[in-house]
C-alpha cells in the first residue's frame, strides 16, 4: 500500500473515532430520566444545569457569585423562594469545575458545586445539581433517592 493509501485510511479511522460517541448519544428516543453504564461514556455531550436556590426564611436575599475557570457567572441577588442557574456542557478532555460563593446577613459559604465524580453524578441524576441555601447551611439535593444532604456551614464575616 502506498504512502498516500495509508494516510487516507488513517484520517478516516480518526474521523470515525471522534464521530462514533457523537452519533451514539444523538438518539432520537426521548430521556427516561436514568443513564446506564453505556451512557456514561457519552455523558459529556449532555448538558449540565447547577440550580441554587434560596430557601432561607424571614423573605432574606441570598447574593450568589459562581464561576468556572472560563467563566465568571456574574454576582446575583436571589429573592427567597427562587433561584440562579445555567447550563453548560462539560469539557472533553475533563476538569470542568464551578463554585459558588453565597451570601446573605453576615453569613457565607464558598463551595465546588460541580466537579467530575461519579458519587455528584449519581446525585444529580447525571445532568441537575441542586444546591439549596437554607438558614442552617447548604444542602445538596439527591435526586435519586429523593432526599437532601447538608454539605456546607455558613461562616461568619
Known sequence: MNSFCKNIMFF??????????????SSSEPDQGHHDDNNMRFMWFDKWQVHVVNDLSNKKTLLV???????????????????????????????????????????????????????????????????????????LKDIRNNRVEHRHSWKLG
Open 12 to 25: 478516516i479511522l480518526i474521523h470515525a473515532i471522534a464521530i462514533i460517541p457523537l452519533i451514539a448519544s
Open 65 to 139: 457569585h459562581c464561576k468556572s475557570k472560563d467563566d465568571d457567572l456574574g454576582i446575583h441577588n436571589i429573592v427567597a423562594g427562587t433561584e440562579y442557574n445555567w447550563k453548560f456542557r462539560p469539557r472533553v478532555f475533563g476538569n470542568t469545575l464551578f463554585w459558588c460563593h453565597l451570601a446573605y446577613d453576615n453569613l457565607h459559604a464558598a463551595f465546588d458545586v460541580y466537579w467530575e465524580n461519579e458519587a455528584l453524578y449519581y446525585k444529580c441524576d447525571y445532568n441537575d445539581c441542586f444546591w439549596i441555601a437554607r438558614d442552617d447551611g447548604i444542602y
